[in-house]
């Protein structure tokens, strides 16, 4: 590309930073898991960390400022002083809107320049709904945040997706091994497989329930880039209209030179937010990007960006959103909280079989006020145990972290999915202390089981047991096959008093569809009202 002015650098370092920033994000996606001497290999929750919107949300429904990470204030400070620097530099899912928007057919030089419209106002009303929310207890920023979304959807989808490319391809590639003459093509992509399996996934692959409508989202998001420039950006992001609200006063400002400026409208068409930069006194501050895009597109040189004293008043656009808008979203806020809450099991009627929660999890209440739905703990269990929910936790608890046993156990020596949740939703447990934690109770089904059902010996189920003194334990009993003849089989049990609710037991089941022996959330320690095993009873199995 040609520069015409030394100003179009800005342009290219704005991108430098945003590829920086995507590939950050990626590799510590990456390389969230366990290090050999058991400790996570890196910090993952640095995007989390100096997100304002995951903060301040956090600590409205926490009701906690500990929450609050310093980095997110640095974020605010800078975004008060320089305009929504973090969407256009820093924000990873701006990136991938970035790109995606060079798809986007190129308007017609004669095209009339975009206006900001009633949808730009869509964000704030998201961001207020979002936050009245939040102080009332019920935490959803996380399905709309740019960060928790990127994340999850990389997590569930993007990695696992890649990584299933990557390794059928090659294999189908070895299987076959075609070859011209002395050229096989395995011989290319062999090195490629063994990079990926040992360097960039380094795991078995992942597979997530409901990861299809994860992924449908998110493409979606994406897609919408080919209407608008940025669409998400512009008319939905709330953690965009946190910072819009940030950025009423700018250092950082732009200036038209009227002198100079010809009214050609250049400037507006290379704004991909409808900042209206062409309009002298009606440049909007809260929804540019601070991206350069239309200083470099000014051939006359009409445009510039200027320091300025912040306390002095812009003369620029204000954030269209009125009193009644404000109070309109309020009111949507409150009466989805309300929502949320009138069913069974969000007011503690019932518990759901099914919910069982990574050890470490709060009560479910406020689990669910710190829970951002960021997939970073599914990301980094090593036996892909963790799965986001569908509505087991109600909608409140869409996307949050449950086990499947099926899928996966909770490893009795594994406590990283409290090191890498970024809001203390799940607690940090040391290891001894995570060992204790009961997350469930698991029973038999005596119709399906083989020594109950068929009168066959089974033990792979105490084998894989993992507790010190085994939880699942065997009684001999006499049964009586078809012929008459009588003999001895060791008919499992569980010890209610030692089984943690692991899981495992299930996932290493003979039956492969529904097993024999499974967990639910019962005796879970987190909850003292959903104990079935009564204090002062007899010692031993209940089943």
């Not at 995606?100 to 961001?127: D, Q």
């Not at 320091?307 to 404000?326: H, L, Y």
């Not at 799965?387 to 899928?407: D, F, N």
Request: proline share 7%; hydrophobic share 45%.
């Amino acid at each position: 590309m040609k520069f015409r002015r030394p100003r179009s650098w800005m342009q290219w370092a704005r991108r430098v930073s945003q590829v920086l920033f995507l590939a950050l994000f990626f590799a510590l996606a990456l390389r969230v898991r366990l290090s050999e001497n058991g400790a996570p290999v890196v910090d993952a929750d640095f995007f989390f960390k100096i997100d304002p919107l995951v903060s301040l949300s956090t600590a409205l429904a926490a009701r906690s400022l500990a929450v609050i990470a310093i980095p997110a204030l640095v974020v605010l400070v800078a975004t008060v002083l320089l305009g929504r620097v973090f969407c256009g530099w820093i924000c990873p899912l701006g990136a991938v809107h970035a790109a995606a928007s060079w798809f986007r057919a190129k308007r017609p030089a004669a095209a009339p320049p975009e206006r900001r419209t009633a949808w730009h106002r869509v964000k704030y009303v998201v961001l207020v709904a979002l936050l009245v929310m939040a102080l009332f207890g019920a935490h959803w920023t996380g399905i709309f945040d740019p960060i928790p979304l990127l994340f999850r959807s990389t997590a569930t989808f993007l990695l696992p997706a890649a990584q299933y490319a990557v390794e059928d391809s090659s294999t189908a590639v070895f299987q076959a091994d075609p070859h011209v003459g002395p050229a096989h093509l395995k011989l290319m992509t062999e090195p490629v497989y063994k990079f990926s399996r040992n360097a960039l996934f380094q795991v078995d692959r992942q597979t997530y329930a409901g990861a299809a409508f994860i992924a449908a989202l998110f493409i979606l998001i994406v897609a919408l880039n080919l209407v608008r420039p940025r669409f998400w950006c512009r008319y939905v992001c709330p953690l965009g209209g946190l910072l819009g609200f940030a950025s009423l006063r700018p250092a950082l400002r732009l200036k038209n030179d009227k002198d100079r400026c010809n009214g050609c409208g250049q400037c507006a068409r290379a704004c991909p937010a409808a900042a209206q930069p062409d309009r002298p006194g009606e440049w909007l501050p809260t929804e540019c990007y601070d991206c350069w895009n239309c200083v470099a597109s000014c051939r006359r040189g009409a445009l510039a960006f200027k320091v300025e004293n912040p306390i002095t008043p812009a003369a620029a656009g204000g954030v269209d959103f009125s009193r009644r808008a404000a109070m309109g979203a309020s009111a949507a806020g409150v009466a989805v909280m309300l929502g949320f809450r009138q069913n069974p099991l969000a007011q503690e009627k019932v518990y759901e079989a099914n919910l069982v929660r990574p050890p470490g999890a709060l009560p479910e209440r406020e689990f669910l006020q710190r829970c951002v739905q960021c997939g970073a703990c599914m990301r980094a269990c090593p036996t892909n145990a963790l799965q986001p929910c569908a509505l087991e936790g109600g909608i409140e608890g869409l996307w949050t972290p449950r086990i499947i046993a099926k899928v996966g156990y909770c490893e009795y020596n594994c406590n990283i999915c409290g090191q890498v949740c970024p809001t203390g939703a799940i607690q940090p447990l040391a290891i001894e202390a995570k060992k204790e934690v009961k997350i469930g109770l698991a029973f038999f089904d005596k119709d399906r089981c083989l020594p109950y059902a068929f009168g066959r010996e089974c033990i792979v189920c105490e084998e894989h047991c993992p507790t010190p003194q085994k939880s699942i334990y065997f009684v001999e009993r006499e049964v009586e096959l078809r012929d008459g003849q009588k003999m001895t089989v060791k008919q499992p049990q569980v010890d209610p008093d030692k089984c943690t609710g692991c899981g495992i037991c299930e996932w290493c089941c003979v039956f492969r569809d529904t097993a024999a022996v499974r967990v639910t959330s019962a005796n879970e320690t987190r909850h003292s009202n959903n104990q079935p095993i009564l204090p002062g009873g007899a010692g031993g199995s209940p089943y």
